[in-house]
């Protein structure tokens, strides 16, 4: 990926420490002067999810305390994290809006599809079974959605603006987690397929996801790589044996969809015209912060905030049966799965400025 920023650095960890300590002296990024970004638009699973499975029958879930403790009023929206998600902090970083509503949400306002939705839902994944097993949204739906969704921005800004909206927001894609520690190696739930060819599906679909998009009139996308998976504290708990260290082979997993995933969006640029789709490696920074916390101001990266750390996610997670952490600002993660909004922060802010000139 050709970094486009207009300073340089010997390595991509003191890149990272650099737009990290620049990140927390501005509020929001500053702009190239030729790109205009009207929405943040957000697809996926529950690193997005800003609220959608409030609305599902499925028991991936969060819309309960501890969930949201520091959300805006402490109130649990459905996000998956003590506050907000990357869906929140990217519009904000672009100075869109500060939260981005869940599509689902019976309560939208006019201005919150101009300036962007969620369509994310948690538990959901590139391979179509991964949804199914746990009764949450694909991706598929996820894409009769937006069709509703541009069909209600045209009969409020007219056909043209509705164009210019699509072509010119900035699409977040965020899925591969879920499909590679659940369907693949939790569940098991492909013996068919050993990691190589499952890989190749996953990074075909999200493929194949993309061009549908573009189709649509969508030409800024930008694509989350999977995370080190095997470091989550869940993945370390199945996986990672009586010491919980990162669980490995999910890991490599991990690596070899991103390094196809990678591809295919090189491919993409090539073949589809116009379009802006933009590989985000989150892999190394986020294995960076769970290797060196104190680095990044964090004390405890092998286990989440709510409960005894190591299982406890979406139902297990709640204000009965699971106390919270006395700082959840010294943890990397919120519950065993998903990092806090502070961890959150750190990577946004610094991806962001890694990144958003590739959108020009």
Not at 9 to 23: E, I, N, R, T, Y
Not at 93 to 111: F, H, M, R, T
Not at 180 to 191: L, S, W
Not at 323 to 346: G, L
Request: charged share 20%; hydrophobic share 40%.
């Amino acid at each position: 990926m050709k970094d486009n920023t207009s300073w340089s650095c010997s390595s991509w960890k003191l890149c990272f420490l650099s737009v990290l300590f620049l990140a927390e002296t501005m509020a929001a990024v500053k702009l190239p002067p030729n790109l205009t970004v009207p929405a943040l638009i957000a697809f996926g699973d529950s690193i997005v999810d800003t609220g959608n499975n409030n609305y599902v029958k499925t028991i991936v879930k969060c819309d309960f305390r501890p969930y949201g403790i520091n959300f805006q009023g402490g109130v649990a929206t459905g996000r998956f994290c003590d506050g907000r998600v990357p869906a929140d902090l990217l519009a904000e970083e672009l100075g869109i809006k500060s939260v981005v509503p869940a599509y689902l949400e019976p309560n939208l306002k006019p201005e919150d599809l101009l300036t962007g939705v969620s369509f994310a839902s948690g538990g959901s994944g590139y391979d179509p079974l991964t949804p199914k097993l746990v009764g949450v949204i694909s991706l598929e739906e996820q894409l009769n959605y937006f069709e509703e969704y541009m069909e209600k921005l045209k009969n409020i800004v007219g056909e043209k603006k509705k164009d210019f909206i699509i072509a010119n927001s900035v699409i977040v894609l965020v899925a591969g987690s879920d499909d590679i520690a659940n369907t693949y190696y939790t569940i098991r739930a492909r013996p068919q397929y050993d990691v190589d060819s499952y890989t190749t599906l996953m990074a075909n679909s999200a493929s194949d996801f993309v061009t549908k998009l573009y189709g649509y009139g969508v030409r800024r996308i930008a694509a989350f790589g999977a995370p080190p998976i095997g470091c989550v504290p869940s993945q370390r708990t199945l996986g990672g044996g009586l010491s919980r260290d990162c669980a490995e082979d999910y890991n490599e997993a991990a690596q070899l969809f991103n390094s196809k995933l990678s591809s295919k969006f090189d491919l993409l640029s090539q073949t589809l015209p116009g379009i802006r789709p933009v590989y985000i490696d989150i892999y190394n920074p986020l294995l960076d912060i769970i290797q060196n916390p104190a680095n990044y101001g964090f004390g405890v990266s092998n286990k989440g905030c709510c409960g005894t750390g190591a299982i406890e996610v979406a139902v297990l997670c709640n204000k009965i049966t699971s106390s919270v952490c006395s700082d959840v600002s010294s943890h990397v993660f919120w519950d065993s799965y998903h990092p806090t909004e502070k961890a959150y922060k750190v990577l946004v802010s610094a991806l962001i400025i890694k990144y958003v000139n590739d959108f020009v």
